[in-house]
């Protein structure tokens, strides 16, 4: 027998649980089914912009340690600070461990019915809907939401191609420990770009830890250990101190690649949102999560006739942020000495923190096809390791 419902979510993380909670509250059935067991661990900063904050379906004070309200930027370890400050919380910083397990529970609260241990084989669409081949058994839903992240099965199941790949290694020193002075990171969080080739190296403020991390090009991933422990010591904190290393790939979309097939639609890491500056990937999730959410709404209640609205939608809300990160991540890299110049006027990073805490609706201005075509065109200049 197979079980039917109106929604299936696979993948239970950000942009699964959000997207699966928002449906439920519509009145949809919804399953969301996950391969790991939960509480699970997910390898990240656990740093949620206020910007990506406006947009989560439920209230995660519960899970936040620490917030940001100071970014010491550096352009390598030998630059100088250029400090971004808010009088309102930019970050609030969180456990992948703790945040998606309260967002699982909170998408439950709201009548989602949540599998974990159960992992999705297969996909196949007929008149009905879609199919799911999972290792509980099968379920038909009319519309399968793919939420299965970096590493999921949904995107070749649905034959969509693979994007492009980053990779981070991340820690957690306890406070206190290998020497490293934290007392300046309660409130403080410190990127220093220039130091890995197409990413950066973090500190991030937790309750009794900090969280260190690098990031950058996929061919970077041999050297990643070497970066972190080159972070370690810029800070006099001893490498061997950090606790529970663990490294993962960030997916980067390119350009065309489907995000809805049929009745399935992509969100979050799964359809290969990651911001290619920043890395951070939660803000894109949980804005897809929204966008799904209202498109398929409008499915079930036949508002529209099938989900084609969700790609463009999502080009929309995502597009001149994307272009603006390529266009960021290529001065950045090409020249720190010009990137120091241009951030050192402090109208500059003030509006820098204003765009991190503004958000909670998706943008409804069409992205102009200049802004697209300046950032194609400086992902290019960036060269195959970006592409
Ligand atoms: C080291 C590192 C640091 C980062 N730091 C930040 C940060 O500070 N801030 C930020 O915004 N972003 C950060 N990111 C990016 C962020 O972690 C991701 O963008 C985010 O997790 C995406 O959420 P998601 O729900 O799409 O996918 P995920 O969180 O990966 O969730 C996918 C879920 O799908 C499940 N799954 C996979 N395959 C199957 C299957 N076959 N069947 C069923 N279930 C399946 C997995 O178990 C998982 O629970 C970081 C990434 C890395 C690697």
């Known amino acids: 027998m197979t079980e039917r419902c109106d929604v299936l979510v696979v993948g239970a993380g950000p942009a699964g649980s959000s997207t699966a909670h928002r449906l439920a509250a519509a009145g949809a059935r919804v399953v969301m089914i996950d391969r790991a067991r939960f509480p699970r661990d997910k390898p990240c900063g656990g740093g949620v912009t206020t910007r990506g904050l406006g947009l989560v379906p439920a209230d995660i004070t519960p899970v936040v340690e620490r917030t940001v309200h100071r970014v010491d930027l550096r352009l390598g370890y030998d630059r100088p600070v250029l400090p971004i400050t808010s009088d309102v919380a930019m970050v609030h910083m969180t456990q992948r461990r703790r945040l998606d397990a309260h967002l699982a529970e909170a998408a439950v609260a709201r009548g989602v019915d949540f599998r974990d241990g159960v992992r999705l084989r297969a996909l196949r669409h007929h008149d009905a809907g879609v199919t799911a081949t999972t290792d509980a058994g099968d379920v038909t839903a009319r519309v399968v939401v793919v939420a299965d992240g970096a590493n999921g099965a949904g995107r070749a199941a649905l034959g969509v191609p693979e994007p492009a790949f980053a990779v981070a290694l991340e820690g957690n020193l306890p406070r206190g420990t290998g020497g490293f002075d934290d007392r300046a990171f309660t409130d403080t969080a410190a990127l220093v770009f220039g130091t890995v080739p197409g990413g950066y190296a973090w500190i991030f403020p937790k309750g009794d830890h900090v969280n260190l991390g690098v990031g950058g090009y996929l061919h970077e991933g041999p050297r990643l250990r070497e970066h972190l422990d080159a972070l370690c010591r810029a800070h006099a904190a001893d490498p061997a101190a950090l606790e529970a290393v663990r490294g993962y790939r960030l997916p980067i979309r390119r350009p065309g690649t489907a995000v809805a097939v049929g009745a399935c639609v992509l969100v979050g890491d799964a359809a290969g949102l990651v911001d290619p500056f920043s890395g951070d990937g939660m803000y894109e999730a949980f ?101």
């Open 287 to 387: 804005m897809s999560s929204a966008i799904a959410a209202r498109e398929i709404a409008a499915y079930l209640g036949g508002q529209a006739a099938d989900l084609s609205a969700y790609p463009a939608a999502l080009g929309t809300a995502l597009g001149a942020h994307r272009a603006g990160a390529w266009l960021g991540k290529l001065t950045t890299e090409r020249s720190p000495a010009l990137t120091q110049r241009i951030l050192t006027p402090g109208w500059v990073r003030r509006g820098i923190a204003s765009r991190m805490c503004h958000g909670g609706t998706p943008p409804s201005a069409p992205v102009s096809t200049l802004a697209v075509a300046v950032g194609r065109a400086a992902r290019r200049a960036l060269g195959p390791a970006a592409a």
